[in-house]
């Protein structure tokens, strides 16, 4: 990690938009996928919306699941506002 400790605050974000738009989520929607429910026992009791997953776990060259492009306008600012945060960040320790 960049920091000490679990979580780090970064900024503030309004979440309207997303509540706005998780309001509009179904149940067949959570329901879609059931891959790590079916694959990881700790998620037995979750559901999930495959944005960017592998199920091999890496975290380089990620897949861009089709749902992401229902998300795609309200996540790629708040990607793009984290990815400078930890540039600089590692940039600062270089």
């Known amino acids: 990690m960049n920091f000490d400790g679990d ?11 997303f509540a706005q738009h998780a ?12 891959f790590r429910q079916k694959t990881y026992e700790v998620h ?9 997953m592998d199920e091999d776990g890496r975290h380089r060259d990620p897949t861009y699941h089709p749902s ?5 306008a309200l996540l790629e600012p708040i990607e793009t506002f984290i990815r400078r945060q930890f540039e600089q960040t590692l940039k600062a320790k270089r």
């Open 68 to 72: 992401y492009e229902i998300y795609k």
């Open 23 to 34: 309001a509009k989520i179904t149940d067949a929607d959570w329901t879609a996928d059931a």
């Open 44 to 52: 037995k009791q979750t559901q999930t919306i495959r944005l960017i």
């Open 7 to 17: 979580l780090r605050k970064i900024g503030d974000i309004d979440v309207a938009r």
